[in-house]
């Protein structure tokens, strides 16, 4: 199985705060790499797909990319809907693997 | 838009089977994959394995042995079936359309199943 390695495990930030989530990879994954955001109780969404696509009804605010190994999800501009739960996910090959995930909280 | 909804028994009591069934809306799972993926409590998200329109699977090593996923194209539904459960199956269970680039595009809010006596 491919190991998806996410930090930090959580994150303290600001409204208006540029913050970034790193995902890594056991082994290359090329560009198969996707983002999602989750809240409790709620489906989980994807924000970026195949690295550094941004889904549709996304705001630009978020960012990704990355390729082969190493990935970064970014986030300009923290929103108060933004603090929320971040999950890497590689979709190279299956198993289908996630990141422990990263837990975005209000500073 | 396509929701997805899990429903089934909250649960389920130690060496049974968990039975869980997703509804597709908005839109047909003729085309597309339905996947799988739980969350222990406390724990990380895992795939659980996905079945394609024709009936074609692919599970999840750790727990081949004991998993089905079935597909009804009629109703638009998708099930899936993990034997022998444990406590360590207890978790948070989300159904996905799996759609393309092999992304996991729309998911249920999730259900938890409980394995206890």
């Known amino acids: 199985d491919i190991q998806m390695t996410q930090s930090p495990s959580s994150l303290s930030a600001s409204v208006g705060d540029r913050v970034t989530i790193t995902c890594r990879a056991s082994?290359?994954?090329?560009?198969?790499l996707n983002w999602y955001q989750h809240k409790p109780g709620t489906a989980p969404k994807v924000v970026i797909y195949v690295a550094s696509s941004l889904q549709s009804g996304v705001p630009s605010r978020f960012s990704g990319s990355g390729s082969g190994t190493d990935f970064t999800l970014t986030i300009s501009g923290l929103q108060p809907e933004d603090f929320a739960s971040y999950y890497c996910q590689q979709s190279y090959s299956t198993p289908y693997t996630f990141g422990q995930g990263t837990k975005l909280e209000i500073k | 838009q396509v929701q997805l909804q899990e429903s089934g028994p909250g649960l389920v009591k130690p060496s049974e089977t968990l039975s869980l069934t997703c509804t597709v809306s908005g839109g047909s799972i003729s085309s597309y994959y339905g996947s799988w993926i739980r969350q222990p409590p406390g724990k990380g998200l895992e795939w659980i394995g996905y079945i394609y329109a024709s009936g074609s699977t692919n599970y999840n090593p750790s727990l081949k042995s004991r998993v089905a996923i079935s597909i009804d194209i009629s109703k638009n539904q998708f099930s899936l079936r993990l034997s022998s459960v444990t406590a360590a199956d207890t978790a948070v269970y989300y159904c996905?359309?799996?759609?393309?680039?092999?992304?996991?595009?729309?998911w249920g809010q999730g259900t938890l199943v409980t394995v206890s006596s």
């Open positions: 082994q290359s994954i090329s560009n198969s």
């Open positions: 996905a359309r799996q759609g393309a680039y092999t992304l996991l595009d729309y």
